[in-house]
């Protein structure tokens, strides 16, 4: 990794630089980032002890097994690499669960995910309308184009909260399912 990164870890760019040469293996890389996937010291992509068979995660990505074999033996041979992803793991999410239990995400998009405070003025706005917050989940800017805040409540939101925060200047899209 280049002496650029942040201190601490790797960026996405970093971690695909890496796999520069192969797109099949780099799609297998953005698969195990963003579903939580690790690899384990025998080169198994896991969910916490559930093995996920290669040809399940070929499958996914539209590539052969081997490619999936190949990007988690060179996962293994790189000890920055190794450390990353020996130790993801997955988060389990409301979204797709809000139907069924009666809940509503708060869906904001924003015109640079780099500025800082935005979720806690989010947050901060719907605590001030008394709302219960079950699950804030905010995709990294580093592992997606255009990143998300998703705020999963118990209640609907009031019209004069929506205003409020349509109203706030990094807010570029609101939706509400």
């Given at each position: 990794m280049s002496d650029g990164g942040p201190p601490g870890g790797a960026t996405f760019d970093e971690i695909m630089e890496k796999f520069s040469d192969s797109p099949g293996q780099q799609a297998v890389i953005r698969l195990l980032l963003e579903r939580g996937f690790s690899v384990n010291e025998e080169g198994r992509v896991v969910s916490g002890g559930i093995e996920i068979p290669n040809t399940g995660i070929a499958r996914e990505v539209g590539v052969d097994r081997r490619v999936v074999d190949a990007t988690t033996s060179a996962i293994l041979?790189?000890?920055?690499?190794?450390?990353?992803?020996?130790?993801?793991?997955?988060?389990?999410?409301?979204?797709?669960?809000?139907?069924?239990?009666?809940?509503?995400v708060l869906t904001v998009a924003v015109r640079d995910a780099e500025e800082t405070g935005i979720v806690a003025t989010v947050t901060d706005a719907i605590a001030d309308h008394e709302l219960t917050i079950r699950q804030v989940i905010s995709e990294d800017p580093e592992f997606t184009d255009e990143?998300?805040?998703?705020?999963?409540?118990?209640?609907?939101?009031?019209?004069?909260?929506?205003?409020?925060?349509?109203?706030?200047?990094?807010?570029?899209?609101?939706?509400?399912?």
């Open positions: 041979d790189d000890e920055e690499l190794t450390r990353i992803f020996t130790n993801i793991s997955a988060i389990p999410s409301l979204m797709d669960l809000a139907p069924v239990l009666d809940l509503t990143p998300v805040l998703y705020v999963i409540t118990d209640e609907d939101l009031p019209g004069e909260l929506i205003n409020e925060l349509r109203a706030f200047e990094f807010v570029r899209r609101i939706e509400i399912e």
